[in-house]
């Protein structure tokens, strides 16, 4: 039972492009949701984060909108840059009790 | 600033035996977890602790020990290793639950 789903394993983008993930969650309990950034054989690094009180997010170039009717969320890179390819996990926990749900990851290319 | 410190980074066991994958963080964060990341299935919390002195199953316990004497410290066990334990771990720790959590590096383990 996933109860956070990233249902595209992988985008390809332009450079100065937007590139939009997508995210999806079935549990109502979630109130805060976070997206990671994976580079290969190194550890997830934290991104940007949304609270349930929230609609949208934004630091730099990085934007998160949270649409909780549709248990949805989105992360918009804009521009796009070939250092941003990586994979791309979002993650939600409920109650701050630190257990967090991860999505499948989203594989981002960049192209120059 | 080490941040979260993994060791071993890379690990090949037998069938059956044990081992204790290392966790330190110098951030002195009070939250600290435990994932597995295997293809296809994102990150998968194993363990997780809000405290020295208390932890609480995550979403894959079995096969798994751990235990928080320290706030700096959080110990993986794997008591008897299997085949579908080959993976790769990650230990992450964060101020609060929510909170974006700091990754190490990752321990890839093999059971064969």
């Known amino acids: 039972d996933q109860q956070v789903k990233q249902n595209s394993p992988s985008l390809s983008v332009q450079e100065g492009r937007i590139s939009i993930l997508n995210c999806d969650y079935t549990n109502s309990m979630f109130d805060y949701f976070l997206w990671y950034k994976k580079y290969p054989a190194e550890g997830p690094t934290f991104l940007i984060s949304i609270s349930s009180i929230k609609d949208k997010n934004e630091d730099g170039r990085f934007t998160v909108f949270l649409n909780k009717s549709a248990k949805h969320l989105s992360l918009h890179i804009v521009p796009s840059q070939p250092g941003d390819s990586a994979v791309y996990f979002c993650?939600?926990?409920?109650?701050?009790?630190?257990?967090?749900?991860f999505g499948q990851g989203t594989t981002l290319q960049v192209k120059p | 600033n080490a941040g979260v410190t993994q060791t071993p980074k890379f690990q090949v066991l037998k069938t059956g035996q044990s081992m204790t994958l290392q966790c330190a963080q110098d951030m002195n964060h009070e939250y600290m977890s435990w994932y597995r990341q295997d293809p296809g299935m994102g990150l998968r919390l194993i363990h997780y602790s809000v405290g020295a002195g208390i932890t609480d199953q995550g979403e894959v316990p079995n096969g798994y020990n751990v235990s928080r004497s320290t706030t700096e410290d959080f110990p993986l066990r794997l008591l008897s290793a299997a085949p579908s334990q080959t993976s790769v771990y990650f230990c992450?720790?964060?101020?609060?639950?929510?909170?974006?959590?700091?990754f190490g590096q990752g321990t890839r383990l093999t059971v064969v």
């Open positions: 992450a720790s964060s101020y609060t639950g929510a909170g974006g959590a700091f």
């Open positions: 993650a939600a926990d409920s109650s701050n009790t630190g257990k967090l749900i």
